[in-house]
């Protein structure tokens, strides 16, 4: 009886550690913009917010914006489930969190300075196949052409919002 019991726990204590595990949650550009919009550090928000990311349901007419098959690349809050959602939009288009990671665990300024440390608590790092999920994905039929053929190093000096303060 106890032995049965200790087993439920356990099996209790597992769950919650693998339920516990994924709960980063995205929580909006917003959220980024209190610490990440100082002009002395290269205001992150203000460079994204200028973006064609940022803006990117834009290019949705109508019903599209409502089309699954759109928001998989054009929003980061429509490519992610619901359950995800604590305070990102999918007004807010391609955000911080697509390239950065769901930021509810590593939003805090303790854990931000500690890259391992953010690095644990849901924060990714991007790289070249971070955009090649969206930009060399399976675009639907009639989808209009890139301007420009893929090009990892031209492509993300335009994006680019270096803090100057880092490295
Ligand atoms: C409470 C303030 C705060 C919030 C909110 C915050 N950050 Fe940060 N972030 C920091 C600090 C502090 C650093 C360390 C570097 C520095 O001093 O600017 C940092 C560093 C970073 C880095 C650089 C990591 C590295 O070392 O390469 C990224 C990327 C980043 N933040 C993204 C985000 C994103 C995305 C969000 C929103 C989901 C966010 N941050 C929210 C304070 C914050
Ligand atoms: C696999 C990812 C992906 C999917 C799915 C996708 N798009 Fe796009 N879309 C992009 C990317 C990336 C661009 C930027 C140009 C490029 O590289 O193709 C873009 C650009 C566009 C543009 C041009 C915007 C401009 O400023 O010129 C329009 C319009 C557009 N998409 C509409 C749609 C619609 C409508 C759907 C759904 C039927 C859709 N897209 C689905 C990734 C996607
Ligand atoms: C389309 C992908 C993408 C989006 C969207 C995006 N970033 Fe980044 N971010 C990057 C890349 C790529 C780097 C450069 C990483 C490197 O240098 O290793 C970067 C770097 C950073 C850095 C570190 C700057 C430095 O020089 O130390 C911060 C802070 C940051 N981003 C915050 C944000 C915030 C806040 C948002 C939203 C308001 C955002 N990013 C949106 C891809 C993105
Ligand atoms: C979640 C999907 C997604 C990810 C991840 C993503 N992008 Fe994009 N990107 C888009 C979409 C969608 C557009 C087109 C937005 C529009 O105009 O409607 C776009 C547009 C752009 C543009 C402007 C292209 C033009 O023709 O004006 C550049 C540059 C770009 N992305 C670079 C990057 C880089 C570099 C990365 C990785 C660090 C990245 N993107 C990651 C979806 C994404």
């Known amino acids: 009886m106890v032995k049965k019991l200790l087993l439920l726990m356990g099996l ?9 595990a994924q709960t980063y949650k995205y929580i909006g550009a917003a959220k980024c913009k209190m610490c990440h919009n100082k002009p002395e550090k290269g ?10 990311h940022a803006n990117a349901m834009k290019s949705l007419k109508g019903d599209e914006a409502n089309d699954p098959t759109c ?14 959602l ?10 911080c969190e697509s ?16 890259k391992e440390m ?3 608590k ?16 399976e675009k639907p039929a009639g989808h209009v052409a890139a301007k420009k053929p893929w090009n990892y190093a031209e492509f993300v ?7 100057p303060t880092t490295k």
């Open 12 to 20: 209790a204590l597992f769950i919650s550690s693998v339920s516990f």
């Open 99 to 114: 390239c950065h990671g769901p930021g509810s665990m590593y939003k805090t300024a303790a854990i931000m300075k500690n």
């Open 43 to 52: 205001e992150q928000f203000n460079q994204w917010a200028a973006s064609k």
């Open 118 to 120: 953010a690095l644990s």
């Open 71 to 84: 928001l998989k690349c054009h929003s980061t809050a429509g490519s992610v489930d619901k359950s995800l």
């Open 157 to 163: 000096k335009v994006i680019a919002h270096d803090d």
């Open 122 to 137: 849901g924060m990714t790092e991007p790289n070249e196949a971070t955009c090649k999920a969206c930009h060399l994905g």
């Open 86 to 95: 604590a305070g990102l939009t999918v007004q807010d288009g391609v955000s």
